[in-house]
């Protein structure tokens, strides 16, 4: 009769881990959103359409 009714076997230690698991990746998405927050991160730099032409020296005076 015993053998009729199995209850599923809980591993607690798996179930702690988890819940660890999901408390520290709520904390480390905080970490993160706090960070971006402080310090963003800028988008792709433009692309400027082209570089400044270089001044030509003036040929000294001898």
Do not use: C, N, W, Y
Not at 4 to 26: C, K, M, N, W
Not at 37 to 53: D, E, L, N, R, Y
């Amino acid at each position: 009769m015993a053998d009729d009714t199995d209850t599923p076997i809980i591993d607690f230690q798996q179930r702690r881990r988890e819940r660890l698991h999901v408390v520290h990746d709520a904390r480390l998405e905080e970490m993160r959103s706090a960070f971006e927050k402080a310090f963003p991160i800028p988008g792709k730099p433009q692309a400027k359409a082209s570089k400044a032409a270089k001044k030509k020296k003036k040929p000294r005076k001898s």
